[in-house]
């Protein structure tokens, strides 16, 4: 699996043994003020659970009504209101992403330039054009339907979200 251009800082190793253990990690992410602005790479094989994740994030902030996977229209994007104030969410999914040159020919450099949360599955498929992340997650699903999840903080704000 590649890695995000940027070093990490931090590294947690976590195990959720079933969804509910996303579930609660996709709780306590959502309850960080770091959240309304960072960008969070999702890593790991088909099936591994990265749109599940993303579901209970969504859910969390407050998302209401279908949540689909973007794999063919590559972005679905969200709005909440988060404190008072709304909250912009991009769930980006690049596994069909082939050539780095799709990131710039499909004009997401200026969604990545506004404020809001951006949550990315097969971020490397992106290319190196593409901003770095706060936060990588490694999920790595186990022979007993357990996840092990490496969460890479690969910023500042990454840390805290570890917190």
Not at 26 to 34: D, K, Y
Request: charged share 25%; net charge negative; with cysteine.
């Amino acid at each position: 699996m590649a890695l995000s251009h940027l070093p990490i800082l931090e590294t947690r190793s976590l195990s959720w043994p079933d969804e509910a253990a996303c579930d609660q990690f996709a709780l306590a992410l959502a309850g960080h003020p770091g959240i309304a602005d960072a960008c969070i790479e999702l890593d790991g094989p088909l099936g591994a659970g990265k749109t599940t994740l993303v579901r209970h994030l969504l859910r969390a902030l407050g998302v209401q009504g279908r949540i689909k996977s973007p794999t063919y229209a590559v972005v679905e994007p969200y709005e909440v209101m988060r404190a008072g104030q709304p909250l912009a969410i991009s769930h980006f999914d690049f596994y069909r992403f082939s050539d780095p040159r799709e990131w710039l020919d499909a004009g997401f450099r200026d969604i990545f330039a506004r404020p809001g949360l951006k949550l990315c599955e097969w971020a490397q498929n992106a290319g190196p054009e593409r901003p770095p992340a706060d936060l990588r997650l490694e999920i790595q699903p186990q022979p007993d339907e357990s996840r092990r999840v490496l969460a890479h903080a690969m910023s500042q704000r990454g840390k805290e979200l570890l917190a």
